[in-house]
């Protein structure tokens, strides 16, 4: 039997469906709101175990609250997927999201079919995504001014976190910030009892492989292994065998060949994605050279980026001392730096690559720190890319303005979805203002009523005040990618929470309900 809304059982049951769905998108989309804007606060998170995360991130918010709503977890996934994307705007990702829903409902409780809100709600975002890029201003120049102004609000005002990004910024430069697969907030690192520094080259969070080798090399060749540094393994059956036998002896033979060879190829440093064999470790130790074992795969790719070194397999120790040596790279300078327990390597062959090390003075901000230089990082990167608007919600005010012009455009009742993307569009402003201290309703009209009659779309509201102001005179903006993915995200999510009309409780393989999911799913 068809479901379709218009009456009866099947009405009833479609309108429990949303209103339980919206519902439990308010409760997430409450959890983050109070975060948003400079006056924006923190939130406490604590598990059974009394362990206590303090953070003003969204996403981070988020993905640690105990969630168990099928509704709520897409929500969730949409702001995970804004911070894989981009790395911030998640908190205005959720907001507009949680709008949008929310005025969904409310048009399906006045008589409007979901088909036709859905129907509006989409030409709303493609219509208010191409209006936002219209407004974009370029960044032809990373020494411009305005990229210190991005950092700082996305780094929530510190101002030495914004400093550092800039300045890695300007080292790496347009180019590097440009790459599709590059992105600035992996090179931040937060650490308790560091100092605030930025620096061309690499930080690896581990140790030397022993104590014995040595602290420093200098104008050293690197070997980066994308593999284990040990003999080539066979099964236990072959072993079984006396061929295999034969075999297993010949690899350990090759093997100490291989790592007799590197040593004679005067190969300094050496890392690793996996572990070292015994013997491979001693003779390098008792060759003075300098191994690290188990870096992760970003580490590696960054090291092997900036020193000019391509990762190979174990593999190609087999090859001729000439043609190993074009896999080798090479570096200034590499060194343990003890007290922190990590490792520099500086001044690379390859490209420049820069690191960011924020400084914490306890244990308990460490993690805080790095993610808001993560977010200033992302900011920045973004800005480079595809330009920035003025912030605080005074871009999606005017985009807001702009698309009520086009409501006489939609046919029928769609035009009700159009409202909809327009109410979502001033949330932003309205939550930043309600957490300034000021009344929302009232001040999202000022804004609304100053740009039509100054013509002037750069007007929000300064915080401080409650009064009136240009944005980008103020410093206030904010990157277009991030603006774009969040109302992307925000218009996805909601037409998938509008478009489910039953919820049913799903039975895993075996056959029995599942357990931990939201009261009130029925059963069929």
């Known amino acids: 039997m068809s479901r379709k809304q218009g009456g009866g059982a099947d009405a009833d049951s479609a309108l429990a469906a949303l209103m339980t769905n919206a519902e439990a ?11 948003i804007g400079p006056k924006g606060l923190d939130t406490m998170l604590v598990d059974r175990f009394g362990e206590v995360i303090i953070t003003n991130d969204g996403v981070t918010i988020l993905e640690k609250m105990d969630i168990n709503h099928p509704a709520a977890k ?16 998640t908190t205005t990702a959720t907001i507009m999201a949680g709008a949008l829903v929310s005025e969904g409902l409310t048009q399906v409780l006045r008589g409007v079919p979901v088909a036709r809100v859905i129907e509006g709600i989409r030409f709303g975002i493609e219509e208010a995504a191409k209006q936002l890029k219209a407004r974009a201003v370029t960044v032809d120049d990373v020494q411009a001014d305005c990229l210190f102004d991005v ?15 800039v300045e890695a910024a300007r080292l790496i430069g347009r180019g590097k910030l440009k790459e599709a697969h590059f992105k600035l907030s992996d090179t931040v690192l937060a650490q308790e009892g560091a100092e605030n520094e930025v620096f061309l080259g690499v930080i690896i969070e581990k140790e030397r492989l022993n104590q014995d080798m040595p602290l420093t090399v200098e104008d050293a060749k690197v070997m980066v292994l994308d593999d284990a540094l040990a003999p080539e393994e066979l099964g236990e059956e072959a072993l079984g065998t006396e061929a295999g036998f034969k075999r297993y002896l010949e690899l350990q033979e090759e093997f100490r060949q291989n790592i007799a060879k590197l ?13 070292v ?16 074992s188990q870096v992760n795969a970003t580490d590696l790719r960054r090291v092997a980026e900036h020193t000019g070194a391509r990762m190979v397999k174990r593999t190609a120790l087999k090859k001729e001392k000439a043609e190993l040596q074009r896999y080798l790279g090479k570096v200034e300078r590499v060194y343990a730096e003890e007290k922190l327990g990590h490792i520099r390597m500086l001044g690379g062959a390859g490209k420049p690559m820069a690191t ?10 460490v993690g805080e720190r790095e993610r808001i230089a993560k ?21 999606e005010i005017a985009v807001a303005r702009e698309l009520e012009r086009h409501r006489d455009r939609m046919k029928g009742m769609a035009a009700y979805g159009l409202d909809c993307v327009s109410a979502a569009l001033k949330r932003p402003l309205a939550q930043i203002v309600d957490n300034a201290g000021f009344n929302p309703l009232e001040k999202v009209e000022e804004v609304l009523a100053a740009q039509a009659s100054q013509s002037k779309e750069l007007l929000g509201i300064d915080c401080e005040s409650g009064a009136v102001a240009d944005m980008l005179q103020a410093g206030i903006m904010d990157p277009l990618e991030v603006k774009l993915h969040a109302l992307k995200a925000a218009g996805e999510v909601a037409v998938a929470i509008l478009r489910i009309d039953t919820i049913i409780r799903k039975r895993d393989e075996n056959g029995a309900p599942q357990q931990g999911m939201e009261e009130g799913l029925p059963d069929f």
């Open 25 to 35: 998108v308010r409760a997430i989309t409450s959890a983050v709101e109070g975060t």
């Open 74 to 89: 897409m929500l969730i996934h949409a702001a995970r997927a804004q911070k894989d994307e981009v790395g911030d705007g």
């Open 151 to 165: 950092a700082r609000i996305a780094g929530r005002e510190y101002v030495d976190i914004a400093h550092l990004v």
């Open 263 to 275: 040593v004679e190829m005067d190969i300094q440093v050496v890392l690793t994605d996996r572990a």
């Open 277 to 292: 064999d015994s013997a491979a470790e001693e003779a390098f130790t008792d060759a003075g050279m300098f191994v690290v």
């Open 356 to 365: 960011i090390l924020v400084g914490a003075a306890t244990a308990e901000v």
């Open 375 to 395: 977010d200033a990082a992302s900011s920045v990167q973004a800005a480079v890319k595809s330009g920035y608007l003025p912030g605080g919600g005074a871009a």
